[in-house]
């Protein structure tokens, strides 16, 4: 079992910058990769970014490319998301994600563990 914790979520104004972490305990995951999505009120979970088992590659959905980044740090077992250029509808809660591949990859089916969420909400 691997136990997911997420923090850095809160308010900010259109334009501004959070970074979100994600702390990884339990059975190690340090082969898999990692992977952020985000969920909004009434919608559907998707895809926001991926990291591959050894940082060396990524995978940024359309809305993230540019503006987000995402790292990791295999030997702190955590995995970061820089998000900048913040607009009013990137407002959503954010889930850190192991899935069963060390590839990066954006499918939601290949993801085992997820964490609670840390809350976004950009103000415009």
């Known amino acids: 079992q691997v136990r997911l914790v997420e923090s850095g979520g809160g308010s900010v104004q259109a334009g501004g910058s959070l970074r979100l972490s994600c702390a990884a305990s339990?059975?190690?995951?340090?082969?898999?990769?990692m992977g952020w999505f985000r969920q909004a009120p009434g919608k559907d979970r998707e895809f926001v970014a991926a990291v591959g088992w050894n940082g060396g590659t990524t995978v940024y959905s359309d809305s993230a490319k540019g503006r987000f980044t995402i790292s990791r740090d295999r030997a702190k077992s955590t995995v970061l998301l820089q998000m900048d250029s913040l607009k009013p509808e990137d407002t959503a809660v954010y889930l850190c994600?192991?899935?069963?591949?060390?590839?990066?990859?954006?499918?939601?089916?290949?993801?085992?563990?997820w964490g609670q969420g840390t809350q976004v909400t950009v103000s415009s």
């Open positions: 339990g059975r190690t995951s340090s082969n898999n990769s």
């Open positions: 994600a192991v899935a069963r591949t060390p590839i990066a990859t954006r499918s939601r089916e290949l993801y085992q563990y």
